[in-house]
């Protein structure tokens, strides 16, 4: 068997267990706990029966102080990779032309700010159209960030992996739909104008809009690359030390897989496992396959699989909760423990999930449009 066969293989029986295992696991739990599993299939959505803890300060320290290490780790990288940048900066070399901006980077941009102003107004013409105003305005949004890319390297996922970037539609949707289904056990979110939805109806509507995710993920992910301090500045980082033993590996799947059956049993407790949990698998299943992981360029001291991925869906969480905030088919908050301080619907603590949920997006995305970061850093000076 040629070896990108028996890697295809691998990446691909990893992904049957890892989803086998999140479908599972938290079904398991409930069941095994005496809770009627039916709630936790209703579509569309719409049943809340998940009671939540209220506000509390102890809580909201101890979360705030997680995001607050999480986002100093963020920037201590970038800054390291803005030093490196400066301080390598070749002198009297003439900057890399750049190209023009495409055409349908244009109509992206157009698309996206119609879609944008029609999302927040009524207009009683559009009344049959304004639950659905997700689609266009991530598309558009897609497609403006990679013409971006496009102008700035010669090159972007629409024109250099059509095949693969249009596989990243489908793949998305069946990703979201994952989380969607965790979400059940905690309830952290919901959503609001999709009452009068049957559902055939709610998750055809739902998987078009799903189907933006990664790619629009992905395509951030491209484009902050594009820039030197984020790309060639972040492999010159201080190396660390990642365990690398395959106990070590097991240790931390056996602990996530727990974690994952008990969510919805202590949804109050647990509901960060929604996004640490299929990351903490996703690992675990590479290094135990003798696969390199996401994570082991940090040993190294590139850092760029773990910044870039992380800071753009940080950018993209913004997007989402700005454009979601006055559109009518929206979702809502109900975060145990820190449900205040708002930046437009979110929590502001619950913008922590973001950075691992970029990983677990680079992670499902590579099958298709590969690792941007397995070659050499594009600008080096």
Same mark, same amino acid.
């Given at each position: 068997?040629?070896?990108?066969?028996?890697?295809?293989?691998?990446?691909?029986?990893?992904?049957?267990?890892?989803?086998?295992?999140?479908?599972?696991?938290?079904?398991?739990?409930?069941?095994?706990?005496?809770?009627?599993?039916?709630?936790?299939?209703?579509?569309?959505?719409?049943?809340?029966?998940?009671?939540?803890?209220?506000?509390?300060?102890?809580?909201?320290?101890?979360?705030?102080?997680?995001?607050?290490?999480?986002?100093?780790?963020?920037?201590?990288?970038?800054?390291?990779?803005? &030093?490196?940048?400066? &301080?390598?900066?070749?002198?009297?070399?003439?900057?890399?032309?750049?190209?023009?901006?495409?055409?349908? #980077?244009?109509? #992206? #941009?157009?698309?996206?700010?119609?879609?944008?102003?029609?999302?927040?107004?009524?207009?009683?013409?559009?009344?049959?159209?304004?639950?659905?105003?997700?689609?266009?305005?991530?598309?558009?949004?897609?497609?403006?960030?990679?013409?971006?890319?496009?102008?700035?390297?010669?090159?972007?996922?629409?024109?250099?992996?059509?095949?693969?970037?249009?596989?990243?539609?489908?793949?998305?949707?069946?990703?979201?739909?994952?989380?969607?289904?965790?979400?059940?056990?905690?309830?952290?979110?919901?959503?609001?104008?999709?009452?009068?939805?049957?559902?055939?109806?709610?998750?055809?509507?739902?998987?078009?809009?799903?189907?933006?995710?990664?790619?629009?993920?992905?395509?951030?992910?491209?484009?902050?690359?594009?820039?030197?301090?984020?790309?060639?500045?972040?492999?010159?980082?201080?190396?660390?030390?990642?365990?690398?033993?395959?106990?070590?590996?097991?240790?931390?799947?056996?602990?996530?897989?727990?974690?994952?059956?008990?969510?919805?049993?202590?949804?109050?407790?647990?509901?960060?496992?929604?996004?640490?949990?299929?990351?903490?698998?996703?690992?675990?299943?590479?290094?135990?396959?003798?696969?390199?992981?996401?994570?082991?360029?940090?040993?190294?001291?590139?850092?760029?699989?773990?910044?870039?991925?992380?800071?753009?869906?940080?950018?993209?969480?913004?997007?989402?909760?700005?454009?979601?905030?006055?559109?009518?088919?929206?979702?809502?908050?109900?975060?145990?423990?820190?449900? &205040?301080?708002?930046?437009?619907?979110?929590?502001?603590?619950?913008?922590?999930?973001?950075?691992?949920?970029?990983?677990?997006?680079?992670?499902?995305?590579?099958?298709?449009?590969?690792?941007?970061?397995?070659?050499?850093?594009?600008?080096?000076?």
């Amino acid at each position: 068997m040629d070896v990108r066969d028996s890697s295809a293989m691998t990446v691909l029986g990893q992904g049957v267990v890892l989803a086998t295992m999140l479908v599972g696991l938290p079904l398991i739990g409930i069941i095994a706990a005496g809770h009627d599993p039916r709630p936790y299939l209703e579509m569309p959505p719409v049943t809340r029966f998940v009671r939540h803890a209220g506000f509390s300060w102890p809580w909201f320290i101890f979360f705030g102080v997680a995001d607050f290490l999480m986002a100093t780790g963020l920037l201590v990288a970038i800054r390291c990779g803005v &030093r490196h940048r400066v &301080r390598h900066r070749p002198v009297g070399l003439a900057k890399p032309a750049k190209g023009r901006f495409p055409w349908w #980077g244009w109509a #992206g #941009g157009g698309l996206c700010f119609c879609a944008w102003l029609l999302a927040w107004q009524r207009f009683d013409w559009f009344w049959l159209f304004q639950p659905h105003t997700f689609l266009p305005i991530w598309a558009g949004f897609i497609l403006t960030i990679n013409a971006w890319t496009e102008k700035r390297k010669g090159s972007c996922l629409i024109t250099r992996q059509p095949l693969g970037f249009l596989g990243l539609f489908p793949a998305s949707t069946a990703f979201w739909w994952f989380f969607e289904y965790l979400n059940r056990f905690v309830q952290n979110w919901y959503y609001t104008g999709i009452e009068g939805m049957g559902p055939g109806e709610y998750s055809y509507f739902s998987s078009l809009a799903f189907a933006t995710v990664l790619p629009g993920v992905l395509s951030m992910i491209e484009w902050l690359g594009t820039f030197p301090a984020l790309d060639a500045g972040l492999t010159r980082c201080r190396p660390v030390r990642m365990p690398t033993t395959k106990a070590t590996a097991c240790f931390t799947l056996v602990v996530s897989a727990v974690g994952l059956a008990l969510i919805g049993i202590y949804p109050d407790f647990l509901f960060a496992l929604v996004w640490l949990s299929p990351l903490l698998i996703a690992l675990s299943l590479q290094a135990l396959s003798g696969r390199p992981t996401l994570l082991r360029p940090l040993c190294q001291g590139d850092f760029r699989s773990l910044v870039v991925p992380a800071l753009a869906a940080l950018i993209c969480g913004f997007f989402w909760e700005m454009w979601n905030i006055h559109s009518l088919a929206r979702w809502t908050y109900s975060i145990p423990f820190v449900q &205040r301080f708002h930046l437009f619907a979110m929590p502001v603590l619950g913008y922590g999930g973001y950075p691992p949920f970029g990983l677990i997006c680079l992670m499902a995305g590579m099958p298709l449009v590969g690792n941007p970061f397995d070659t050499p850093a594009a600008i080096d000076p």
